[in-house]
């Protein structure tokens, strides 16, 4: 079988690191063009890969007859466009989160796809690839814990930017959660409320640093999530599951634990979420590249989270945005996914 031919459009921080995976770890694929807002760093980038062209205009690249499937690594307020014309052209694509960045324009994308009747966007919601989130759901399913309660979620930063503000906690942090969420209980969120103690001295002004994010699920199940962007330690994710028969947790960095003199021990807490789950983006990529690969013979070009699964987490953080301003529960809003065949 011949090489897939990627397009990557935005090369920025997460493009490139798409790039450099597609280009030396993943095997069945290589990329064949390039594009991104800033045309010389799209060149810049392409001169280095045999084979590879940059093109100007991103639905150009999109629809070139030497593209096979595409990689969304832009904006998302860019999201929408692009994913409709790679509908348009029936290429698969992969979706850096979010999906869309508001709840009609993501429920739009689910109804385009699905009428066309296979599966062609897959959301890059990347820690259900990773090995301990994928134990953590293995172990849920085999039954041996029973029925889960409570998940206790942490998401620190050491750090962000000046541009960081306190809605970005919830759709670019919190989103992970949401996602987790759907993923292990394999149920909706029905609804959100946002607690904002105290907020860190060394937080920028304005920016509501930690926040508490409570979380229920059809089912009712409580999922509570601290969120703090401005630690100054590390990137620290952990999650703790807590069921009928037990509970189990991860995220705990005990990778390597060195003892030394004057009697000391600890290791160390990768620095940013690229150390933590860089094996996780290999297996997602490596994943959709086969599952593209044998899409002409299964009608489904995807292996891992859905156009819908990106509409309900869009759905969810627009209920935590309200919930945030007001402070109290808000219900999320949602469509009936019956009500959408093929969804
Ligand atoms: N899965 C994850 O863990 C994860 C982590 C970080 C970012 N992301 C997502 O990845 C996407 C990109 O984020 P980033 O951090 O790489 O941003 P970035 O700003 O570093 O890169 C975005 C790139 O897209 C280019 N661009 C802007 N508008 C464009 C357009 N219309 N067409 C083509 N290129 C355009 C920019 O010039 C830039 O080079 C976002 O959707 C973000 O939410 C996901």
Not at 74 to 102: I, N, S, W
């Amino acid at each position: 079988m011949s090489d897939l031919r990627i397009a990557v459009l935005g090369v920025g921080l997460m493009g490139a690191d798409h790039v450099a995976r597609i280009t030396s770890r993943i095997s069945g694929a290589r990329v064949a063009v390039v594009n991104d807002y800033v045309a010389e760093k799209a060149e810049q980038v392409a001169v280095g890969i045999p084979g590879c062209r940059a093109i100007a205009d991103p639905l150009d690249a999109i629809a070139d007859p030497d593209v096979d499937a595409v990689v969304l690594a832009t904006p998302g307020p860019t999201h929408e466009k692009q994913l409709l014309a790679c509908l348009e052209h029936r290429k698969p694509v992969l979706c850096e989160k979010p999906l869309t960045t508001d709840v009609d324009t993501s429920l739009e994308v689910v109804r385009r796809e699905a009428e066309l009747g296979t599966r062609l966007i897959q959301v890059g919601f990347m820690r259900r690839f990773d090995d301990e989130y994928a134990g953590l759901k293995a172990l849920l399913d085999g039954g041996e814990l029973g029925s889960p309660l409570v998940l206790h979620c942490v998401h620190r930063n050491p750090a962000v930017p000046d541009h960081f503000d306190s809605v970005m906690t919830v759709r670019d942090s919190l989103v992970h959660e949401v996602d987790v969420t759907r993923f292990l209980f394999g149920e909706e969120i029905t609804s959100i409320q946002i607690v904002t103690p105290t907020t860190n001295p060394a937080a920028r002004e304005g920016l509501f640093d930690p926040q508490i994010a409570i979380m229920r699920t059809a089912g009712g199940k409580h999922v509570d999530v601290e969120l703090f962007v401005t630690t100054g330690v590390a990137y620290e994710v952990r999650t703790e599951l807590v069921a009928e028969k037990g509970s189990a947790m991860i995220g705990l960095d005990v990778g390597l634990v060195r003892k030394s003199a004057p009697g000391t021990w600890g290791g160390t807490i990768t620095p940013s979420f690229k150390e933590r789950f860089g094996r996780a983006y290999d297996t997602e990529i490596q994943r959709w590249v086969d599952a593209v690969q044998s899409g002409g013979t299964t009608g489904i070009y995807t292996d891992g989270p859905t156009a819908w699964d990106g509409y309900a987490a869009t759905a969810v953080c627009e209920a935590g945005v309200q919930a945030l301003q007001s402070g109290q529960p808000v219900a999320v809003d949602m469509v009936d996914r019956a009500s959408i065949p093929g969804a």
